[in-house]
């Protein structure tokens, strides 16, 4: 088996990885440490997040350092100030035993003039975000004349955040020389483009496939009506009593709004999105490492950068537009060869995005059903069992306490004592799950036969009538979007979520027609969704709702002015 010493690295830095518990290196290790110690070509390299990447440029960046002169010498960049403090912290514990080595994180948020201070005492590798970076250039503070290697980090990220003209300024201070090395998760045209125009002859290393989903990651689907996307993610925590997740979501509205009502159901979790301060967003992360908080509802941008290990789970609460964000998503869980959950919460309509990332991740996603109370009860209470099996106890001090607690409840047996001990911790399980339905999206199709008996049986008429009608305590609303327009109950239901003023409706029975919707909302509800959605436009469509009348012929009425609009 290949050691670190078979690669070329030197006594002080295996020394130092020695004692953070390195033993063998990991395939990308493997492939870019002799590439960058003895090659003579620039590199791009391929590789998931968690991989050990970090060491794989770290070691041989640290080796290529002059330490008796104390001017910058290599140089790495970083999307996020989170990022840029971790790779700046490993490059440290990499050199402990490397004497006169000095790294710098230079990043925004924190103050310049320290940076200043840091960067006249003399440093040979400097870790920065572009921005900040580019600031301390135009200062005249950074010289990067003697650069002899360039790493780009993330590059795909950096990309995605919009550092293109910003990684053009900071390589043009760079000598044409140097040495380049690119790292990124997937390999879209523009990372392409950036190792095309500023990398000599690169070398391709792809650790797995172009990508590819992270190995050690099993990716599951839970399907359900959209309305129930929230008691979905509520069962799949419940379902794992030690989670550590992150559950991405689309918009800041959608992740506070989630992060609120589970906080308010008593999840430990916290909100992750651009509207924080840096301040804010500090402490949310100390708290989320440290466990305090066991839930981050984060959006994509916000979680850039953030680097935790051991996640149980990264939550897709709404499936991103791009796979190589899922790509993303999906790599923050199974790192460094152990293993990890990714989930999709998704409705009907999104099963044709799954799909898409299934082709480009060359993974298929398992589809599970909602736990069900009864699995998530049982779960619970072995959990309950495990933990009163492994709690450690204070012989000494408990022992103060016992003869009087003994006394008191001597009366129970063994049995009626563990009872109560479970009640204690399950009655609001109990009381939350009694009677509580199955949420999964059932799509199978009917066969055409059985189609074509109900048509038999059910007479058009009674049919429709019966469709304009509201269940028992609710109000039935029309609206003049159908499946035609491209209007699912998807669409409805972020519709009401993103208008209407006030507290969340509560949607019940949604019909479709191809062109004109019925649904329930609760009767005090009603005027508040119709006044909500007028005036509103759906891809050019103007809105129009009213509370249905039983018996109108809605079906008549919306082919005469479908009929109307071809004709004009």
Known sequence: MTSFEDLGVREDLL????????????????????????GDHDLVALAQTGTGKTAAFGLPVIQRVDTSRKIPQALVLAPTRELCLQ?????????????????????GGSSIESQIRALKRGVQIIVATPGRLIDLINRGVVKLEDVHTVVLDEADEMLNMGFVDSINEILSHVPEDRKMLLFSATMPAEVAKISKRFMKNPEEIVIGTRNEGAKNVRHIYYMVNARDKYLALKRIADDTPNIYAIIFCRTRRDTQEIADQLIKDGYNADALHGDLSQQQRDLVMKKFRDRVTTMLV??????????????????????????????????????????????????????????????????KFERKEVPTPEHIIEKQLYNLADRLERVAVNEEEIMHY?????????WLSTEDLLKRVLSLEFNR??????????????????????????KDREPRSEKDKDRRTAERGMARLYVNLGKADGFYAGNLIDMLNHNIEGQRVDVGRIDLMPN???????????????????????????????????DKDYASSSDRKSKKKSKK
């Not at 020695?18 to 063998?24: I, P």
């Open 402 to 410: 016992l003869p009087g607690v003994l006394r008191k409840l001597s």
């Open 516 to 550: 004109y919707s019925l649904f329930d909302v609760k009767k005090s509800d009603a005027k508040r969704v119709v006044a909500g959605l007028k005036g509103l436009e759906f891809y050019g469509k103007r809105v129009y709702s009213e509370i249905a009348d039983a």
């Open 87 to 107: 790779i700046a912290g490993d490059l440290a514990d990499f050199s402990k035993y490397t004497e006169n080595l000095e790294v710098l994180p230079v990043y």
């Open 15 to 38: 020394r130092g990885i020695a004692e953070m518990g390195f033993e063998n290196p990991m395939p990308v290790q493997e492939k870019v440490i002799p590439a960058l110690l003895g």
């Open 429 to 454: 399980l109990l009381d939350y799950y009694k009677d509580a339905p199955k949420i999964d999206f059932i799509d199978e199709k009917p066969a055409k036969k059985d189609k074509k008996d109900r």
């Open 298 to 363: 984060a959006t994509d941008v916000a979680a850039r950068g953030l680097d935790v290990d051991d996640l149980t789970h990264v939550i897709n609460f709404g499936l991103p537009d791009d796979t190589a964000v899922y790509t993303h998503r999906s790599g923050r869980t199974g790192r460094a060869g152990k293993t990890g959950v990714s989930v999709a919460i998704i409705h009907s309509r999104e099963k044709g995005k799954l799909r898409e990332i299934e082709r480009i991740i060359g993974k």
